[in-house]
């Protein structure tokens, strides 16, 4: 059974992307590990040098490894991608003798969600040169872009809206659909 690790590009409480990798691990009990970024710091080649490889991220590094699918829910800032995501995603492609066990031929989905209107759009599609240098497999056929959250989502960040729920199932199942067809 295909396995997927799942990441928010958040670290806000109710953030609504991680409330959406939530809803994707209710909706798929034992086909989704998430993957957290919290621990992650800020990427320094000093504190590489003489720390090595932090904890949380030779975690995430195994969880992608070792898992079918990446999916990432990415916030957008400022029309691209939030740098606590990019810091962690250069942190896991550290060293770089383990990028091709981490991320190559690894299908990749993207999703992300905004209160604004336009859906991360524009922080999807900066992603997408990252995804490509990594040698990742990208999945493009199939696209969730998730606007005017705050109608969407509870206080806690939980997604309530029944619409999206079956937006994002269908979401999933193509991924999952991709993966298995290999
Ligand atoms: C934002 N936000 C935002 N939204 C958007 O749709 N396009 C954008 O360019 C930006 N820019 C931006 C910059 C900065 C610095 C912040 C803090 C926020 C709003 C953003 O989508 C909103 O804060 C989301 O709630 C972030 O995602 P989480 O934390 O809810 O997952």
């Known amino acids: 059974m295909a396995k997927i690790i799942a990441i928010s590009g958040s670290l806000r409480k109710a953030s ?24 992650i710091p800020l990427y320094d080649g000093d504190l590489e040098a003489s720390a090595g490889i932090p904890t949380a991220v030779e975690v995430l590094k195994d969880q992608i490894a070792e898992s079918s699918g990446l999916l990432v829910a990415t916030p957008e800032y400022n029309n691209s991608m939030p740098g ?3 810091n962690a995603t250069d942190w896991l492609t550290r060293p ?21 209107g336009l859906g991360t759009a524009l922080a999807q599609s900066a992603w997408l040169p990252v995804f490509r240098t990594l ?11 998730i ?18 729920q079956h937006s994002l199932r269908q979401f999933i199942d193509g991924f999952l659909q991709f993966i298995e067809d290999g």
């Open 84 to 86: 606590v995501l990019k």
């Open 96 to 116: 770089p003798a383990d990028i091709k066990r981490v991320f190559h031929g690894k299908p990749v989905a993207l999703t992300g969600v905004t209160p604004g």
């Open 16 to 39: 609504f992307n991680t409330g959406l990798i939530k809803a994707v691990a209710n909706m798929f009990p034992g086909q989704v590990d998430v993957g957290s970024i919290r621990d």
């Open 147 to 164: 606007s005017s959250a705050g109608n969407l989502f509870d206080e806690q960040g939980s997604l309530t809206d029944q619409k999206t």
């Open 135 to 145: 040698r990742t497999r990208p999945w493009f056929e199939g696209r969730l872009m």
